[in-house]
């Protein structure tokens, strides 16, 4: 069966396609009772409005693009889950598209959502963006953009973040709080804000607390999520410091649960050899041995404001718009690896 | 800047509107001169085709529409990659939308996607659809469809599976040849398919082994991927059957991992006093203390190989459609926890 048309029931009930249309759309000029027989009839015959007729009279599609580095990572997932939930409130659709840290693939995206005429676009960027012409270009086609959690902060446009450096500096004061001393950082990637941020958090923790700053403690990640990348640190770590280091920032949960896993492999105790502390909050974090203290950061939440923030915009285009910056709280969670 | 019209680069350019939509469309019967001057303007101006308006031309969104339970869900999050990825080579886009594990939400989504005149829809059922009229009507629409992991096996549709009956077999058989007999099955909900294609293939592996099959060592988890499910399960297992049991076959390793976690909160030791079996491949369980044996789930695969079955039929709408199912192999990864 092919889609129903405006025609095919102006035949059957052998009124004109205007009638039909106007009784569809509930206009005042049509009577209760023509109304009645094609509502019944398009019920029946399961009449579903051709959607880009409907946008060429709207000027609205009604669905707005998302772009991440990818859908498989825990916090984006509950992004991604909160912007659908969000967004699904008011009848908008989500196109989600993945960069897959690839900044060429993300301006792609951009090019290809632009094309489709979406509404909105929002975007957490890969840790290889460097330039921001592709923000540009979104606002200069009028379209409203809102950054989330991986942020340019040169671009000027609506952001939901976390405040990374604080929250960091949270954990290592923590830890110094403790009585840790020789605190190693597994930092991320050398590009990215949140990388630069947590780390600017731990140094300034030590700075604040007499600790000095000891950059041969410092291990960089080349990808902020990667299992690997903490269980290798670790090993160097170890094998360099020995005994002269007792605690652990990692830059993700990933990170830290690698470097977990090394010190569980080689019988070096968390805490009382080691004690490490994550970032994230993912629910393996929870179930690991020992489980893992880390900051805990509202994914679901930040997916939501996100998607509330455009829609602010969208709906108020034809104003004067006033970005907004939105700072979610996080919290320090204590398990058992400190 | 407003997006840029074809009547403002013809008026740019001194042509008409029609040579400048023919120059873009590389039609043969304008001047290789005016399409270079028509081309170069397109860029500086950024000019985007307006997509409803090109939509209603070749009558195809080159939008799929793509449903499942969650996103937060490693499973899930991965074979949505493997979709994205696979759809981006053909340039198409994804819309996203989640059932949450409700039918209601799962039959809007679909309505919404075919109102938006999406040319294709995926699908993997949520736990609680037990009518298919929403999956008729996609067909009624002649719109294609394949559903993925989670299916409907009345509806004649291309689909995308695993063999879950015997996965589940060869994993209880592995754990019938290591030496274990009195094996536990902690199922999933009681109405989606591969939850009771995992309690038969369980069920079999026994009798073929002459082991009896007793219905006491079921426990029903009500939700599928629960890690509390799993802790509680654990727990009444071991008040009921204290040690008259020595191995568990768990529908998923989020269950697994809860009765794991159950197990090391109460020092009852993994394998030698109970083995675990999970079925997935979540990356946690992989790092998880002790390791999990499970099934190895191919999600990213599967994503890809539904996203190319529906894209033949795209392609070939308007010949008859033989409807496939593809058989993805899984694989028993074995760790320590058996």
Same mark, same amino acid.
């Given at each position: 069966m092919k889609n129903?048309?405006?025609?095919?029931? $102006?035949?059957a009930?052998n009124?004109?396609?205007?009638?039909?249309s106007?009784a569809?759309k &509930?206009?005042?000029?049509?009577s209760k009772?023509t109304?009645?027989?094609?509502?019944?009839? #398009?019920e029946?015959?399961?009449?579903?409005p051709n959607?880009?007729a409907?946008?060429?009279?709207?000027?609205q599609?009604k669905i707005? *693009?998302?772009?991440v580095?990818?859908?498989?990572?825990?916090?984006?997932?509950?992004?991604i889950? *909160?912007?659908?939930?969000?967004a699904k409130?008011k009848?908008?659709?989500?196109?989600?598209m993945?960069?897959e840290e690839? %900044?060429m693939q @993300?301006?792609?995206?951009?090019?290809?959502?632009?094309?489709?005429?979406?509404?909105?676009?929002l975007?957490?960027?890969?840790n290889?963006?460097r &330039?921001?012409?592709?923000l540009?270009?979104i606002?200069?086609? %009028?379209?409203?953009l809102?950054?989330?959690?991986?942020i340019?902060?040169?671009?000027?446009?609506?952001k939901?973040?976390?405040?990374?450096?604080k $929250?960091?500096? &949270?954990a290592v004061?923590?830890?110094?709080q403790?009585?840790?001393?020789?605190?190693a950082h597994f930092?991320?990637?050398l590009?990215?804000?949140?990388?630069i941020?947590?780390?600017? *958090?731990?140094?300034?923790a030590?700075?604040?607390?007499n600790i @000095?700053? +000891?950059p041969?403690l410092?291990?960089?990640c080349?990808n902020?999520?990667?299992?690997?990348?903490?269980?290798?640190? #670790?090993?160097?770590l170890?094998?360099?410091?020995?005994?002269n280091v007792d605690?652990i920032? #990692?830059?993700t949960?990933?990170?830290a649960?690698g #470097?977990?896993?090394?010190?569980n492999?080689n019988?070096i105790k968390?805490? +009382?050899d080691? $004690?490490?502390?994550?970032?994230?909050?993912?629910?393996?974090?929870?179930v690991?041995?020992?489980?893992?203290?880390t900051?805990d950061?509202? *994914?679901f939440?930040?997916?939501?404001?996100a998607?509330k923030?455009l829609y602010e915009?969208i709906?108020?285009k &034809?104003?004067?718009?006033?970005?907004?910056?939105i700072e979610?709280?996080?919290?320090?969670i204590i398990?058992?690896?400190?």
């Amino acid at each position: 069966m092919k889609n129903v048309t405006l025609k095919q029931i $102006a035949e059957a009930l052998n009124i004109s396609i205007t009638t039909v249309s106007k009784a569809l759309k &509930d206009y005042p000029d049509v009577s209760k009772d023509t109304k009645q027989k094609v509502l019944a009839l #398009a019920e029946n015959l399961n009449y579903i409005p051709n959607s880009s007729a409907v946008n060429l009279r709207t000027q609205q599609t009604k669905i707005i *693009g998302v772009i991440v580095p990818t859908t498989v990572h825990h916090f984006f997932a509950t992004v991604i889950k *909160g912007i659908i939930k969000a967004a699904k409130k008011k009848n908008y659709l989500v196109i989600l598209m993945q960069s897959e840290e690839d %900044d060429m693939q @993300e301006k792609k995206s951009v090019d290809l959502l632009l094309s489709k005429g979406v509404d909105g676009i929002l975007i957490s960027l890969s840790n290889n963006t460097r &330039d921001f012409n592709h923000l540009e270009k979104i606002k200069n086609h %009028d379209i409203p953009l809102v950054l989330f959690d991986k942020i340019s902060k040169i671009t000027k446009c609506s952001k939901v973040v976390i405040n990374d450096q604080k $929250a960091a500096y &949270d954990a290592v004061a923590y830890l110094i709080q403790k009585g840790y001393k020789r605190i190693a950082h597994f930092r991320g990637d050398l590009n990215p804000q949140v990388s630069i941020d947590r780390f600017l *958090g731990y140094k300034k923790a030590l700075l604040d607390n007499n600790i @000095e700053f +000891d950059p041969s403690l410092v291990y960089i990640c080349n990808n902020n999520d990667d299992f690997n990348d903490g269980y290798e640190s #670790a090993k160097k770590l170890i094998e360099i410091h020995k005994s002269n280091v007792d605690a652990i920032f #990692a830059i993700t949960d990933m990170v830290a649960i690698g #470097a977990l896993k090394y010190f569980n492999d080689n019988n070096i105790k968390i805490p +009382d050899d080691v $004690a490490i502390i994550g970032f994230s909050n993912w629910f393996m974090s929870s179930v690991i041995t020992p489980s893992l203290t880390t900051v805990d950061q509202p *994914g679901f939440e930040m997916g939501k404001k996100a998607f509330k923030l455009l829609y602010e915009e969208i709906k108020h285009k &034809d104003k004067k718009i006033v970005h907004k910056t939105i700072e979610l709280e996080t919290r320090l969670i204590i398990r058992n690896s400190t």
